[in-house]
């Protein structure tokens, strides 16, 4: 089986990648020249929005050194989106999650942070 085809940054056939291309509807949040951030269709707390590179990456298992940037603007635009959201701050909170593969439920396999907050989130998780 060959791998979908790609046209230097987005992989053909990705969800993620239609939706930082605009082809795929999305309620987005933040957009910058690294990353784009939209709120998860299906949240699991009050504020669930995920944040993913504009360059197609497949999952935290396949970043390398060559990922520096992309990784770095993913952790200042989940900050960037936590801070819009009032839940950043000294006095609030949110949780990053980064699923890698079926066992963690990472139904799609473009690399992105969920920022999950709005509420006590427990621990352990899952």
Do not use: K, Q
């Not at 933040?30 to 269709?41: L, P, Q």
């Not at 970043?63 to 959201?85: I, K, N």
């Amino acid at each position: 089986m060959s791998a979908p085809a790609t046209d230097g940054d987005r992989m053909d056939g990705c969800l993620f990648c239609g939706i930082v291309a605009g082809d795929v509807p999305a309620e987005v949040v933040w957009s910058d020249d690294h990353t784009v951030a939209f709120r998860d269709i299906n949240p699991a707390a009050p504020v669930h929005v995920l944040v993913v590179p504009r360059r197609h990456i497949t999952n935290a298992a396949e970043v390398t050194p060559e990922h520096a940037v992309e990784v770095a603007a993913l952790f200042a635009a989940a900050r960037a989106v936590a801070d819009a959201e009032g839940v950043g701050g000294p006095d609030r909170g949110y949780r990053l999650v980064a699923n890698v593969g079926p066992d963690a439920l990472n139904s799609v396999p473009h690399l992105h942070l969920h920022v999950l907050a709005g509420r006590r989130l427990e621990w352990p998780p899952g």
